[in-house]
């Protein structure tokens, strides 16, 4: 079973508005967390935000708020007021375990090409 | 601070050569890194953890033989492509653990293997 799903294979926005990229995931170890990252055409992996498992507020950097439902095991990415470079794509990760063991080890999901429109 | 380097950032080699992509933490000490393969528009897929000192785990499927790695130093693993096919073609990006980081895990900025 996939660890870690993204179902928006694709997604379209207007610059300026807000978009939300799904992200669900599936594990048993009560200690977890949860990144985001974004992937422009160079290849690079910037990291956007973090959500552990035991934190009870929704983890906010910037633009980027990441919308936490531990019963659901859904972990959003919100983007607002998207900009013409936030056009690439978004990979959804997790790591099981508390923070420092398995050494980060990290599981992702398939991702999603995020394109704005002018 | 938590720079990861990668080298070459591309490289084209012929079928049946071998090929060396290096992967350094630039300002911390990295026990543990892992290396991902990623084809276009797909995930990224862990195919080893490189623990320095010791021989790597590789994840289940990946030939081992096939993608020599070798962490030599607290500073740098580096990935060994043998004899190397078209259908190895990707981009490899390593990352490593950094337990005093904020993130823990710091990427590489990749390497794009092009076999002929």
């Known amino acids: 079973a996939q660890k870690i799903t993204q179902t928006q294979p694709g997604m379209f926005v207007q610059e300026k508005e807000a978009v939300t990229l799904d992200c669900t995931y599936d594990t048993s170890d009560p200690s977890y967390g949860l990144f985001w990252y974004k992937q422009p055409s160079s290849g690079e992996m910037i990291f956007l935000i973090y959500q552990g498992s035991y934190d009870q507020q929704n983890a906010t950097e910037g633009r980027y708020s990441l919308n936490f439902q531990k019963a659901r095991k859904s972990a959003n990415l919100v983007i607002s007021a998207s900009q013409l470079g936030d056009s690439a794509m978004y990979f959804c990760?997790?790591?099981?375990?508390?923070?420092?063991?398995?050494?980060?080890?990290?599981?992702f999901g398939q991702g999603t090409i995020l394109t704005v429109h002018p | 601070g938590a720079v990861v380097s990668q080298h070459p950032s591309w490289v084209i080699c012929k079928s049946g050569t071998s090929v060396k992509i290096e992967c350094r933490s630039l300002?911390?000490?990295?026990?543990?890194m892992f290396w991902y393969r990623q084809f276009p528009k797909q995930s990224l897929m862990l195919m080893a953890t490189s623990n320095e000192g010791s021989k790597a785990t590789y994840e289940q499927g990946v030939e081992k033989d096939k993608f020599l790695i070798n962490h030599a130093s607290l500073t740098l693993s580096t990935l060994t492509v043998t004899s190397a096919h078209p259908e190895d073609s990707s981009f490899y990006i390593c990352s490593a653990f950094f337990s005093g980081g904020e993130y823990e895990q710091y990427f590489g900025p990749g390497t794009r293997l092009t076999v002929t």
């Open positions: 990760a997790m790591r099981e375990g508390p923070s420092g063991t398995s050494y980060g080890k990290l599981t």
């Open positions: 300002d911390f000490q990295a026990t543990t």
